[in-house]
Every structure is written in C-alpha cells, then in structure tokens.
C-alpha cells in the first residue's frame, strides 16, 4: 500500500511537470522524474516476475502486456541514467533537457501499458 500511494505521489508530480517549459528545469523536477521511473520499474519488475498466462496459475502476466512492459522499461532505463549523469553538470544542458524528456516518456508510457493491460501500480 505505501508503494501504491509513493508511486502515485510521484506520478501525479510528474504530470504537473510535463506541462513546465523543459528549459528552466530544476533539480527538483529531474529527481522527481528520475523517482517516478523508478516507482514505475518497481512496477513493471514485479509483473514481469510474474508466472506467464496459460497454466494454473491464477494470477499471471499477459505476453503482449510484458513486451510493451520490457520495451518501455528499457528506454526508460536509459534515459534515467542519461538524466542522472547529463544533470550532475547542469539542469539547463540541452543533454539534461532531452533525457528529462525520454523519461517522462517512458514513465508515461509505463503507466499507459499499466491502465491498458489493469496493472495495479505498486504491486
């Protein structure tokens, strides 16, 4: 339940952040970013742990759901790390400005494949 409410803290903060001229960002909205796709990779780990649909297993992850899930998550894996390094040196860098927006993309897309394919948030 605290994931739950964790990741939607940080995903309704991100929300608000996508709408902010990229080009006056702060180290406050990169952690943020950065925070929300780690909520969102809890997210997608923990699915993709899960046994695959077709045997007795009641609950189970979905084979399409997942490879949006993994498609997403690697990206986003990146651009997080991108974000990371290319913010240590300046939030204004056109480098830190472009990978805050692989990451928020990537969390968005994480939390399309979420409500698309009923993967409850912080399981």
Do not use: H, W
């Amino acid at each position: 339940m605290r994931n739950l409410i964790i990741s939607g803290l940080l995903a309704a903060s991100l929300a608000g952040c996508a709408t902010l001229d990229t080009a006056a960002l702060t180290t406050t909205q990169v952690y943020v970013a950065a925070q929300a796709f780690d909520a969102a990779e809890v997210t997608a780990t923990n699915y993709l742990n899960l046994p695959p649909c077709g045997g007795a297993a009641t609950v189970c992850r979905n084979q399409v759901a997942a490879a949006a899930i993994v498609s997403a998550t690697r990206g986003g894996y990146k651009a997080r790390q991108a974000l990371v390094t290319a913010c240590a040196a300046s939030v204004t860098a056109a480098a830190c400005v472009s990978d805050y927006a692989a990451v928020t993309a990537a969390v968005n897309g994480l939390q399309s494949a979420f409500t698309t394919y009923s993967i409850a948030k912080g399981s």
